[in-house]
């Protein structure tokens, strides 16, 4: 592998070669069952406790298709504006490794269910960036293999592998883009934001958890470079796997810049498949990439054509959703957010918790607070993605009407916050458990602040000469003895009002 050291300059790549992206997009769909067979489509379970002899492959066995996967098929066709073919089959993919039982994967070639089609990307700054989208086929996921004893958890220096064929025959989608082009410096931004509205889509639709930490959703990132402004697509390399959206954006960086060291180097880019390192930033060799005739394609003789009339083809593009882009600019005009405060919604995966504290009955700006600011933190300490903490969007509104009512204060309703995030109950049980209440008694807040008064004369003193800004100091005095149980406005009147400034 090429030395970090060695690689070229990003700016100089971009001066001497335009990038040309392909993004295959892996996605299991969130079906009951698997996608030829009556077994459960389950993450997590025992190993090897969800299979039966059609996953397995055993002589005989005979696959069904799965309904509800190919109608989510059409239905994410259609999302992404896609042509739904008339007519279509499946296709066996011959290869042999050992997590594919059948020793060939039931996938569609050259029939695909859907193509033709587009998702518009928003980038950072606001710009609007189309992707074209060859197609997207069904096809069943393979087994997983645990390779162990080796420093990487692959196979090469591993002492013996693992097999859980589980996951083999789950359904699958993969949605390939058309080559994009054009994007020029923000290639690496575009493969990112893609990956991420792909996900959102997905979600809004429900037919995929779309979980990057559990391998629902998988990318392979193709690069390749052109000579400048000539427009011959070079030698490809194929990066597996990628499992978050800041690595997609890392790993298409670094293949543009170690490919473009190799060309200036007079070196060729092998066509092969790479592997992404999350710690070092860097693409690791494969094995080399297979072209179509590598693999034997054939028409699957155990599974009939599946052809859409238009009318079922309708009627389910008559369920789509909201598409994620419509309900952002309808939330922005009824929430007022700027494109900024939008953006840091939709960057911190907080939009769809916010909307639902929202119809829980907080306002919009006290929701978006919480879960932008201090819920973020809170999931960045615990190393999970907003919405994995254990706080509801219900439980968010519940604290905020707290705090309107006068019984919490903000120090307060973060500590109540706390309790819920470390299942100690509802906000109301934590503040029955913890006696958390404010110090609302003026007579007991008033004997707080003659005290603090008498503490810091100085200051006393500045506000009764009319600073009244000097009354911080003050309130920040009771609010300690008051163990941040006091109303803060009532203490700064009752602050004012001693040092004759009401």
């Not at 789950?170 to 509205?197: D, F, H, M, Q, S």
């Not at 309703?413 to 609302?440: F, K, M």
């Not at 009532?490 to 004759?500: N, P, Q, T």
Request: aromatic content about 6%.
């Amino acid at each position: 592998m090429t030395a970090v050291a060695e690689i070229m300059d990003y700016d100089e790549v971009l001066r001497r070669f335009d990038p040309v992206l392909g993004l295959e997009v892996h996605v299991e769909l969130s079906t009951a069952t698997k996608m030829f067979c009556g077994c459960a489509n389950e993450f997590g379970a025992e190993p090897n406790s969800r299979v039966c002899p059609v996953c397995l492959g055993m002589p005989g066995a005979l696959p069904v298709v799965n309904g509800t996967a190919v109608e989510s098929a059409i239905r994410i066709g259609l999302a992404l504006d896609c042509q739904v073919a008339e007519w279509c089959r499946f296709a066996r993919k011959n290869y042999f490794y050992p997590d594919m039982p059948k020793n060939f994967q039931t996938s569609q070639y050259d029939e695909p269910i859907v193509f033709d089609g587009g998702l518009d990307i928003v980038l950072d700054d606001g710009e609007v960036f189309r992707v074209g989208i060859e197609r997207a086929h069904m096809e069943e996921d393979t087994g997983k293999s645990l390779h162990v004893g080796g420093a990487t958890g692959r196979i090469h220096g591993a002492e013996h592998s693992l097999l859980d064929y589980n996951r083999a025959g789950v359904p699958l989608i993969e949605i390939v883009t058309k080559p994009i082009t054009g994007a020029g410096e923000r290639a690496p931004e575009v493969a990112r934001a893609y990956v991420t509205a792909l996900r959102d889509l997905l979600r809004s639709m429900g037919v995929s958890d779309v979980r990057m930490d559990q391998g629902s959703l998988r990318c392979d990132a193709n690069v390749s470079l052109s000579p400048k402004g000539s427009g011959e697509f070079g030698t490809r390399t194929e990066t597996k796997n990628v499992n978050s959206f800041r690595s997609i954006e890392r790993a298409v960086r670094f293949e543009m810049r170690r490919q473009a060291s190799l060309l200036v180097n007079g070196s060729e880019v092998v066509q092969e498949t790479r592997h992404f390192d999350e710690s070092s930033g860097e693409t690791s060799s494969g094995r080399r990439k297979e072209e179509a005739e590598d693999y034997r394609y054939f028409p699957e003789p155990d599974l009939v054509p599946i052809a859409p009339s238009r009318e079922w083809v309708e009627q389910l593009r008559g369920t789509l959703p909201e598409m994620p882009w419509e309900r952002r600019r309808r939330v922005q005009e009824q929430w007022g957010l700027s494109d900024e405060e939008l953006r840091d919604l939709v960057n911190a995966s907080a939009l769809d918790l916010v909307a639902a504290t929202v119809d829980a009955g907080a306002p919009p700006s006290e929701a978006r607070s919480w879960w932008v600011a201090y819920l973020s933190q809170r999931a960045n300490e615990r190393g999970v993605e907003l919405a994995e903490l254990s706080v509801t969007p219900a439980q968010v509104a519940r604290v905020i009407e707290l705090v309107a009512e006068g019984k919490l204060t903000h120090k307060l309703a973060r500590q109540v916050v706390d309790g819920v995030l470390e299942d100690r109950g509802d906000p109301d049980e934590v503040i029955a458990a913890d006696g958390i209440e404010v110090v609302s008694d003026d007579s007991s807040l008033q004997a707080a602040v003659d005290e603090a008064l008498a503490a810091q004369p100085d200051a006393a003193e500045k506000i009764r000469g009319g600073k009244v800004q000097a009354a911080g100091a003050i309130v920040g005095a009771v609010m300690k003895a008051t163990q941040g149980q006091a109303d803060a406005k009532r203490v700064r009147e009752l602050v004012l009002a001693a040092c004759g400034q009401q």
